[in-house]
């Protein structure tokens, strides 16, 4: 019933800190079938169609998809409509693409 040892978090968030040889914390493609690693982030921002609000579409790409991807929601788009293609942080490595 030793309950009081002082375990120190060592294994926090490493979400955004790469490790050496160790990749596996990058997200995949989000498309089916594409193993791709993801390399880019799709933001649509459009307004719900019953009129409940924004609602934001976010999808995590490699580049060859986020290439294809082009605005799907303009029926539904509104003043601040958003359509966004941003490169993920810590991708920029020496990675052969
Ligand atoms: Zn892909």
């Given at each position: 019933m030793g309950d009081t040892e002082s375990e120190r978090?060592?294994?926090?968030?490493?979400?955004d800190r790469p490790e050496d040889g160790v990749t596996d914390s990058r997200p995949e493609c989000h498309r089916r079938s594409c193993t791709e690693r993801a390399t880019f982030v799709v933001l649509e921002r459009y307004q719900e169609e019953t009129g409940h609000g924004a609602v934001e579409a976010e999808a995590v790409l490699c580049q060859a998809h986020a290439n294809e991807?082009?605005?799907?929601?303009l029926d539904a788009s509104y003043p601040d409509y958003v359509f966004r293609v941003e490169p993920l942080e810590g991708t920029q490595d020496t990675d052969t693409a």
């Open positions: 978090k060592d294994r926090a968030d490493d979400e991807e082009s605005p799907t929601n």
